[in-house]
């Protein structure tokens, strides 16, 4: 092995550990940030990179402008959720998600919007210097109404009426049209006669980063317009040096997202790691024209985030109205749920990039429906479902790569019954690169070997691995699950600290397999820099992933040991072949 196969192999370890001490440090510093606090406790909010939009100083015709401590709070709940409407405003102050709770062993449930400045589905009208995007926090009214739906009524000094409307789903079992995550929402102005319906945003409201994002890779808003997806996230509001210079930028004070000529936008949502609040009003009042303005959030508890003022300037009604209605979902990221949703909003799923530039969504997609498959046949086995949906996943998966394995194994055979005499070639032509091609290519022929025949089984699985890989980083569906010893499968499988390190079974047993697999797979045995990749991919591979949701690394454990599996079922059925021919 030369020196400079070695200085490669410690650079690449040493940057491992830095990972990895990394990560753990962020992880400890994330979760810190969001220790649940005493409300006496809270620290005064951190001043907005921006300035806060102006708040329209009027004085409505009727009821009388409320601050936001004497503002009446509505309540409308079904099954999953529990929806706050203020009064001040007409607006959705927050949406507690009732089946899902913020930590394993908390009884709080996640709550959309919570510590935002600004309600959610909050309207915005031009301000009359500057035309900006201004919010209305008039009092509204309570109207009596006997269709199932909440009624407001507010009006602005100049006679502009405005009514809104809210419905919540009682199915708890729906699904598309009719999933209970749906808040069903109707926003109508009316302008004294003679005067045109002003422009109007509504505002998307914001989440509270997830403990598990620490780099907030999935803080965002996304829109669609029925063809493209844009995104804007919590890094275009933060200054950023780039990556050895190269990108680097200064924070963004707003994000104008706007569709392509011709197109309106379908949807524009808001997003974390595990949950969407996704806004798609009805096709007849989308219009032609639309806009989305992206801004930065400073939460009451310091933290930061980002929500959209989303406007679409739809048909006007013959008596001067324009109404905008549709539909709210607030809920998990669950492939399920999301593909049932029309106009393509399972699009708010956010699956990471490899390489940063190949898209793998569509595996993460078909994994997930596969898994979701799975865990209906497995849902009775109680709390360890999800674990159990995870092995039967790798089972069928490896059954479907069984025969791209066995191809595998089979050339790596081949290969190591000629290292003797390629190593005789390799020192026979040192000098002459061209000879040796040509030889070695010979003894290939002659022997039947394929030298590209166990890298072909390789690049087929790796679509594999990173279709699980990102969609892991944010499926709800393994967040606060348990298996085994593991608490929370979306999370490290941490079980103790030693100091600031945390202690991570599955990785570990993850490089025990995979040590124990590459024992078994037959090698050269005489290529030292092979040698030496092989080591480095050991120690490296249980470092990457010691950091990532448990699920993956469960996944890829039992990976291991079902190849090892395979490896010994080969090597066993060619030897009772060799004794039978004896």
């Known amino acids: 092995m030369d020196r400079k196969n070695l200085t490669l192999g410690i650079l690449c370890l040493v940057g491992a550990f830095g990972l990895l001490f990394w990560n753990s440090h962020s992880v400890e510093q994330t979760k810190a940030a969001h220790v649940t606090q005493p409300a006496s406790a809270v620290a005064a909010p951190v001043a907005p990179a921006v300035a806060p939009l102006p708040v329209a100083t009027v004085t409505p015709s009727v009821g009388e402008e409320q601050p936001s401590s004497k503002a009446t709070i509505l309540a409308l709940q079904n099954d999953v959720l529990n929806v706050q409407i203020t009064t001040r405003g007409g607006s959705l102050d ?68 405005i009514e809104r409307s809210y419905r919540l789903r009682s199915e708890s079992l729906g699904r598309g049209d009719k999933d209970p995550h749906g808040v069903e929402f109707s926003v109508r102005i009316t302008p004294p006669a003679g005067k045109p319906v002003p422009k109007f945003w509504i505002s998307t409201g914001t989440w509270q980063p997830e403990i598990a994002d620490v780099t907030h890779t999935f803080q965002s808003v996304l829109v669609s317009d029925g063809v493209d997806i844009a995104h804007s996230g919590l890094s275009d509001f933060t200054d950023s040096s780039g990556f050895l210079g190269l990108f680097a930028h200064k924070a963004f004070a707003e994000s104008l997202l706007v569709p392509a000529a011709g197109r309106s936008h379908a949807w524009v949502a808001s997003a974390n790691q595990y949950f969407v609040a996704s806004l798609c009003p009805d096709v007849s009042v989308r219009g032609q024209r639309s806009e989305a303005l992206v801004l930065p959030v400073v939460l009451s508890d310091g933290a930061r985030s980002v929500r959209a003022l989303a406007s679409w300037e739809g048909p006007v009604a013959a008596d001067g109205s324009r109404t905008l209605g549709g539909v709210l979902y607030i809920g998990p990221k669950e492939y399920g749920r999301l593909s049932a949703l029309s106009d393509g909003q399972v699009d708010t799923l956010q699956f990471v990039k490899l390489l940063g530039f190949i898209g793998i969504g569509w595996m993460a997609k078909l994994l997930l429906a596969i898994l979701g498959g799975v865990h209906w046949l497995v849902a009775g086995t109680g709390a360890w479902a999800w674990g159990f949906s995870i092995l039967l996943l790798t089972l069928l998966l490896k059954l479907v790569t069984w025969p791209l394995t066995t191809a595998q194994l089979r050339a790596s055979k081949n290969m190591a019954k000629v290292a003797g005499p390629m190593k005789a070639l390799q020192e026979k032509y040192k000098k002459d690169p061209e000879r040796l091609q040509k030889e070695m290519l010979k003894l290939y022929k002659e022997h039947g070997v394929n030298p590209l025949a166990g890298c072909f089984p390789i690049l087929v699985q790796m679509p594999i691995f990173f279709g699980l890989y990102s969609a892991f980083q944010n499926a709800p569906e393994m967040r606060l699950q348990a298996f085994l010893w593991i608490t929370d499968l979306a999370g490290p499988d941490t079980i103790a600290h030693l100091g600031s390190i945390p202690v991570n079974p599955m990785p570990l047993l993850m490089g025990i397999t995979m040590w124990m697999s590459m024992r078994m797979t037959p090698t050269t045995g005489t290529d030292e820099t092979q040698k030496m990749v092989m080591t480095i991919m050991l120690m490296m591979f249980p470092l990457i992933c010691y950091t990532m949701p448990a699920a993956l690394t469960l996944y890829w454990t039992f990976q291991n040991v079902l190849q090892i599996g395979q490896t010994w079922m080969i090597q066993r059925r060619d030897k009772l072949t060799v004794a039978t021919k004896a």
């Not at 919007?113 to 009359?128: F, G, K, T």
């Not at 995007?133 to 000094?157: N, V």
């Open 94 to 161: 927050t949406a507690a998600l009732k089946q899902h709770r913020t930590a394993v062993g908390s009884k709080e449930s996640v709550t959309f919007n919570n510590l935002a400045p600004d309600a959610a589905l909050e309207l915005y009208l031009p301000d009359s210097a500057t035309a900006k995007p201004t919010p209305i926090r008039i009092a509204f009214r309570s109207i009596a109404s006997s269709d199932g739906w909440t009624r407001l009524e507010g009006a602005l000094p100049d006679g502009t009426r």
